[in-house]
């Protein structure tokens, strides 16, 4: 697979997740387990806050990808597709960790393995270019 196309599909899931995290934040987290608990409604909207700041992050995060996905073989940045491809494989693993660890310390559902899964298969990806060595253009 190639650099560009697999930061396509990064870029689409994100700004898909973005916009369902952003407009459907209750729904969403959810999924999760996050609200299944009674509780006071002011840590619902708390919780509900949160999801959409993620949406909106997940969004952005998601469109720099896709502003970004044809840049990478500019030959006036050259180089600068193993640092996108480093920070990507950093970003990657540190989700993963987060999300593994809170799957199996507090959600325990299906989404969280699901989401797992989605950062894990992105860090491998991201993973095998770093280490890949680059094709000669000549």
Do not use: C
């Amino acid at each position: 697979m190639k650099l560009n196309q697999l930061i396509v599909i990064n870029a689409i899931l994100f700004i898909g997740l973005g916009i369902a995290f952003a407009l459907y934040g209750p729904l969403m987290i959810a999924m999760f387990g996050i609200l299944e608990t009674e509780g006071s409604p002011l840590m619902y909207w708390y919780a509900a806050s949160f999801a959409r700041l993620l949406g909106a992050a997940l969004f952005g995060y998601g469109f720099l990808l896709w502003a970004l996905r044809g840049k990478i073989d500019d030959p006036s940045f050259p180089g600068q597709g193993r640092g996108l491809i480093l920070a990507l494989v950093i970003s990657n693993a540190l989700g993963f960790v987060v999300v593994i660890t809170q799957q199996v310390s507090i959600w325990g559902k299906p989404a969280g393995w699901i989401t797992s899964g989605l950062f894990l298969v992105l860090l491998a990806g991201y993973s095998y270019l770093l280490v890949k060595k680059p094709t000669s253009t000549a």
